[in-house]
């Protein structure tokens, strides 16, 4: 056994989740910057309608992407398993079934992306004024997206390797990429959003590329065989069972996107979806200390789940919910006190300026209880009870955020797609605690 298994079984609970929870925290953080910086510079540079723009287009491309996530958290468990067992037969054909995949699908769905980009950017909400300039940004960032799904499907893989910090540096280099060159296209040479979609396709192309540089370079324990290219039906099989849980995923969240666009457009117009870009950037970078906690939480709980110490993996779930909560708390002070100072930073704008905080201040009011909801379905991931899991992680968005922030406005307005998150987190939560405490009850006692 590893020193790092026995600190797993051994080592003090808080200790162990700072361990995990701070190198986690640093990946989300670096990921979210790499979305929220467009919407900040072309809210800037550009105007409140090119927010309103990335806003629809982001949505569809991580659709497209997140195929490549799900071949590649398949595949990765598949490959963990497969090295562990000194099996690199069907490690290294699993990895070549990986790349067919996401190159096949990716090119097949941006092709139908292109084919189809006015109905498509239609039905996620670029209506009236934002769609040519949505148009305009999609046209270029397309192409980009079959790198992204490579980087999507390549990242977990690296993990599997256990390269967490090669994994962690691909999430780097188009972060700051993407920076510099928005810098460049949009600020000096004036290319607009063009200009910003450029940047971002770049950006992802860079990383694609650096982790098809590790995968060709020595420090890579897997190797690109031609011939495992050729698919083979059972390989296929199980890494579409064990990723289909991450497709539903961003498939749900594509489905709410779709709803809340609508919803927006319908009852607040083009600056409701500007608005609601701000907040959805916002929220990504601000909870990542809460979401790096959750990540922290799976390996500390799974191993302990496994060697069967339940004491271990009850304390684990109590801590991660109370620093998850700790945080989600200071989160959401720092939001009530500073919301009008975070707007500025994205626009100079003044119906943004007036419409936004108020906003903000509504989808944030449940942050201090999220992560009770977030470590249920950790949990079940971890104890690898997929129904559970895939139901509870579904349950914010799919059950109570489409329906409610479809219906709400038909009575409230705007204000009730506002209200459809703090509401939807509140019930989600307290169903997650009632199944959680349910099978700490029954397992864990």
Avoid: H
Wanted: hydrophobic fraction near 55%.
């Amino acid at each position: 056994m590893t020193n790092l298994a026995n600190d797993l079984g051994t080592e003090k609970i808080t200790r162990l989740l700072i361990k995990q929870a701070v190198p986690a925290t640093i990946g989300i953080l670096v990921m979210s910057l790499n979305m929220i910086v467009d919407t900040i510079f072309v809210g800037q540079w550009i105007g409140v309608l090119a927010i309103a723009a990335i806003t629809v287009v982001l949505p569809i491309a991580f659709l497209i992407s997140s195929i490549g996530m799900g071949i590649g958290i398949g595949g990765s468990s598949i490959i963990s398993r497969a090295l562990g067992a000194k099996n690199s037969e069907k490690a290294f054909l699993t990895f070549g079934n990986q790349i067919s995949l996401t190159v096949i699908l990716a090119i097949l769905f941006v092709t139908v992306g292109n084919i189809y980009s006015l109905p498509i950017l239609n039905l996620f909400g670029a209506k009236g004024e934002i769609l040519p300039i949505a148009s305009e940004y999609f046209g270029v960032i397309i192409y980009g997206v079959p790198f992204l799904a490579f980087a999507m499907m390549g990242n977990p893989t690296i993990r599997a390797e256990g390269k967490p910090k090669f994994a962690m540096y691909a999430m780097m280099v188009p972060a700051v990429l993407n920076v510099l060159l928005d810098i460049l296209f949009i600020k000096f040479f004036g290319w607009g959003m063009w200009g910003a979609g450029l940047a971002t396709s770049f950006a992802y192309a860079s990383c694609g590329l650096y982790i098809l540089y590790f995968f060709l370079s020595s420090k890579s324990e897997l190797r690109i065989i031609p011939k495992n290219f050729k698919l083979d039906f059972k390989i296929v099989l199980e890494i579409f069972q064990l990723g289909g849980v991450s497709i539903v995923r961003q498939g749900t969240i594509s489905i709410l996107m779709i709803v809340l666009n609508f919803s927006l457009f319908k009852y607040g117009g083009e600056i409701s979806i500007a608005v609601f870009g701000i907040i959805n950037r916002v929220m990504m970078f601000a909870l990542s200390p809460v979401l790096g906690v959750c990540q922290g939480f799976l390996p500390v709980a799974g191993f302990n789940i496994g060697a069967r110490k339940s004491n271990r993996v009850q304390e684990t779930i109590k801590k991660s919910i109370w620093f998850g909560s700790i945080l989600g708390s200071i989160i959401f002070i720092g939001i009530l006190l500073f919301k009008e100072e975070v707007i500025w930073v994205f626009t100079n704008d003044t119906t943004l300026l007036n419409k936004t905080p108020n906003a903000m201040f509504i989808v944030f009011l449940a942050t201090p209880i999220v992560t009770m909801q977030l470590i249920g379905s950790a949990y079940f991931q971890a104890a690898g009870k997929a129904l559970p899991a895939l139901f509870l992680t579904l349950l914010k968005q799919g059950i109570f955020l489409i329906p409610l922030a479809y219906f709400l406005p038909k009575y409230y307005g705007i204000e009730g797609v506002w209200w459809s998150f703090p509401i939807a987190d509140v019930l989600s939560t307290i169903i997650t605690v009632l199944v959680l405490k349910r099978e700490i009850d029954q397992n864990l006692k």
